[in-house]
């Protein structure tokens, strides 16, 4: 049955994760001065606190499902800006958890992850990445060479999965997954990128230079199951964006409010001020990728693995929060340009959700592609 | 709990109103539009459905079925959609707030089997009309009400035979039932519109009209209007969903047949790009709706989301409309295609309030 209403279950879990949200919130401000600082794994306040990502993931009985009660969640992190609780998972462990032998997966299963594809020459065109590995028939190893940027979790994660091609030793070639151990000879991690907002989060460049790998530790991923993670990930994207959408908006709101100016729901668009309509214009792009974001969740619970249905939510998701956190700068007028306030770090922050995991060009292609039957030859 | 299922019953009414829809309506609506009027024939097919007498039925009432179908109806034509929308809205909210009498004397005479119109009358033939400023008043007097006012744009004016009318009634709104014959009511000659032009809309004069206590909606216990209009803006963005859908579907196939410049127009990033948004956006509508019409199911409050649906929709629903006669380029200004009808009508259907309900 058609059905838009938390559950009790759903309720307790976000509104600790809003509570924990609130007191993130404090953070916020000094790891966006202080990028070159990793936030600890666990801050004091919250070790007696339980981790509502783990609480969502639990599947709770009488929730509306793991899968939306985690998207729900990530929306609440990111209204605060900072988790009380860093994850330990990265989308390295999904290829990890995808692909991997078991002997390989027990070996890494508790170890952060990061996934490297992007390189300078290779963002939104992955299939046109140049680190190599060459087989080394004398050891046994794998020589790896080349450059990622923009990598997430590079600093704080215990290694890498790094999407390269390969020259085997009869000579194949193609694309495959190496996972790098931090302290591996040959591989360095570069210093935090200074970046526009999310300053917080980590990102580096690393560089492989002759860097040798076991054997054991090519996992096989091919570029299509690499790829493939982003499938779940997208919609969560898109409901981080929306974490950051929420907080300008309920700023607004009572900043707004504070002025005398109400939002009110009753009238028509001719009965209400420039600035409260909008607002609600807003609000309602607000709502409605937050419902995108649902659906796909959703469908991933059903078992039906949402392709179009992602990438909808992650395009939706990414426009919001720009359109958003700069309408929201207009309704609030010079005074929000204040340090002293959030909607800066929300402008600044809620930017990076339609470039990274696929800009909104990409997921456009990709919805336009599934829409129209056409391959990525007909279209790119 | 948040699901987006839809039960057994409600995917075989979708599948029955779609198959009418695509076979019956869909074919109908062109000559419609020229002609200026709605073929009765048309009518008795949407009414042989039941999706409109359903509002009488305590157990059938049920705004997300009527969000789902109306999207349905409106994918084929608009005109056609309202046409079954405004007399939802009428018996929706005599069985949602009407009293007991109110029920008994109403409901059983649209349970007829021809279709039957009764209008929801609530916009006012007024420039910068706005529904939190409505002019025409009832002045309660001893034995009743004194209703003065205009109401313009009403569905099917001429074959209504009862209006429900919000006015103001001291400091605030309230609405009467009124029947087509009462003394000091006259429908106006129908007036074409941009678009809706089958929908035969008419603005109904009420003079001085004298009701009884009992056409008051709830009687002494009164009505809630907003609920009136919570759930008109729930319908109006069921009925632009749909459209804004007839548009995409009619673009897609149409813009990878037409070549230009040597490829398939649909392979051009800038045409694609717009299809994927029509894609994003019709999907946001929908759930948008849904959720309106869900909280009116449940009986809650659904002010806020009716109304975010409602801004939500008429926004993307005209940027689509506009979008679809774009891509057609000279084509689509032609009336051989459907795009420039679909351009009128949601310039019409976006600007609407009230006249429908879920
Ligand atoms: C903070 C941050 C964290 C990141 N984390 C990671 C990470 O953990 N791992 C990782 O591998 N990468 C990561 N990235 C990289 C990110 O995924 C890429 O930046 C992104 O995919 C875009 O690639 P690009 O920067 O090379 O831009 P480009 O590919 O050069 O794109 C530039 C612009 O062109 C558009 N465009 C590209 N192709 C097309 C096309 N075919 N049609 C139309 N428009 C097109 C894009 O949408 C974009 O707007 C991160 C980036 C940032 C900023």
């Known amino acids: 049955m058609i059905d838009f209403q938390l559950t009790s279950t759903d309720e307790n879990v976000l509104s600790s994760a809003h509570e924990q949200a609130i007191i993130g919130r404090r953070y916020a401000r000094y790891y966006d001065k202080h990028e070159d600082e990793l936030e600890p794994a666990e801050f004091p306040e919250a070790k007696d606190l339980p981790n509502p990502v783990t609480l969502a993931e639990e599947g709770l009985s009488g929730s509306s499902g793991s899968r939306i009660l985690h998207s729900l969640v990530m929306l609440e992190i990111y209204w605060g800006g900072i988790s009380l609780h860093r994850s330990k998972w990265g989308l390295g462990n999904t290829v990890l958890k995808t692909v991997a032998t078991p002997e390989q997966f027990e070996k890494w299963k508790n170890h952060t992850i990061a996934i490297a594809i992007t390189e300078p020459g290779a963002g939104s065109d992955p299939a046109s990445i140049r680190t190599t590995a060459t087989f080394d028939r004398e050891t046994g190893e794998w020589i790896l060479n080349g450059e990622k940027i923009f990598i997430s979790q590079a600093q704080s994660g215990d290694a890498a999965m790094v999407l390269s091609r390969f020259i085997a030793p009869d000579g194949s070639r193609g694309m495959t997954t190496f996972l790098v151990e931090k302290g591996t000879p040959g591989f360095t991690v570069g210093p935090q990128l200074k970046k526009l907002g999310i300053r917080s989060h980590d990102t580096c460049n690393l560089l492989f230079e002759n860097c040798r790998i076991p054997e054991f530790n090519h996992i096989k991923g091919d570029f299509k199951s690499t790829m493939s993670v982003f499938n779940d990930s997208r919609p969560m994207v898109g409901a981080m964006a929306l974490g950051v959408a929420r907080a300008a908006l309920d700023f607004t709101r009572e900043k707004l409010g504070e002025r005398g100016i109400e939002i009110g729901y009753r009238g028509g668009m001719r009965s209400r001020s420039a600035i409260v309509d909008r607002f609600i214009r807003l609000e309602a792009i607000y709502e409605a990728a937050l419902l995108t974001v649902l659906r796909s969740k959703w469908l991933e619970q059903q078992d039906v693995p949402p392709k179009v249905e992602a990438s909808i939510a992650k395009a939706a998701g990414g426009k919001a929060a720009r359109r958003i956190t700069q309408g929201c700068i207009d309704l609030l007028g010079p005074e929000a340009l204040s340090e002293d306030h959030p909607l800066d770090r929300c402008f600044r922050d809620g930017r990076i959700f339609d470039i990274y995991e696929g800009a909104g060009e990409i997921q456009r292609l990709i919805i336009a592609r599934s829409i129209l039957g056409y391959t990525g030859r007909d279209l790119r | ?358």
């Open chain 2, 1 to 358: 709990m948040i699901s987006f299922e839809l039960t057994q019953e409600q995917k075989l009414a979708q599948s029955m109103v779609q198959e009418l829809a695509s076979s019956q309506l869909r074919p109908a609506a062109r000559s419609a539009d020229d002609r200026e009027a709605m073929p009765s024939s048309i009518l008795d097919e949407i009414w042989a459905t039941g999706i409109i007498q359903s509002q009488s039925d305590a157990d059938g009432y049920s705004p997300t079925l009527n969000a789902l179908l109306l999207e349905e109806l409106a994918v084929a034509d608009a005109s056609f959609a309202i046409a079954a929308a405004a007399p939802i809205g009428f018996l929706g909210a005599i069985a949602a707030q009407g009293s007991s009498a109110q029920k008994k004397n109403l409901l059983p005479i649209f349970a007829g089997d021809k279709y039957r119109c009764a209008g929801v009358a609530i916009m006012e033939p007024d420039f910068a009309f706005d529904v939190s400023a409505i002019r025409s008043t009832a002045i309660k007097k001893r034995d009743g009400y004194l209703l003065s006012g205009m109401k313009g744009l009403i569905p099917l004016a001429g074959s209504c035979s009862h209006f429900l009318v919000v006015a103001r009634c001291g400091d605030t709104l309230d609405a009467f039932i009124v029947e087509r014959n009462a003394r000091g009511v006259s429908v106006g000659e129908k007036k074409p519109n941009i678009g809706l032009r089958a929908l035969e809309m008419a603005t109904v004069s009420f003079k001085d009209v004298e009701l009884p206590a009992s056409a008051r909606l709830g009687e002494s216990a009164g009505c809630d209007v907003q609920r009136i209009i919570d759930s008109a803006r729930t319908a109006l963005s069921a009925i632009m969903t749909g459209t804004a859908r007839a548009v995409m579907e009619f673009v897609m196939p149409y813009t990878k047949e037409r070549v230009v410049h040597g490829d398939a127009l649909a392979k051009k990033q800038t045409i694609a790009f717009r299809l994927a948004d029509m894609r994003i956006e019709t999907d946001a509508m929908r759930w948008m709706t849904w959720k309106a019409a869900s909280i009116l199911e449940q009986g809650g409050d659904a002010t806020r989301q009716a109304q975010l649906a409602y801004t939500y929709c008429t926004e993307n629903a005209m940027w689509i409309a506009d979008e679809g006669v774009q891509m057609l380029g000279g084509h689509g200004y032609l009336r051989d295609n459907p795009v420039e009808m679909w351009y009128r009508d949601t310039r019409t259907v976006s600007v609407l309030e009230g006249a429908v309900g879920v």
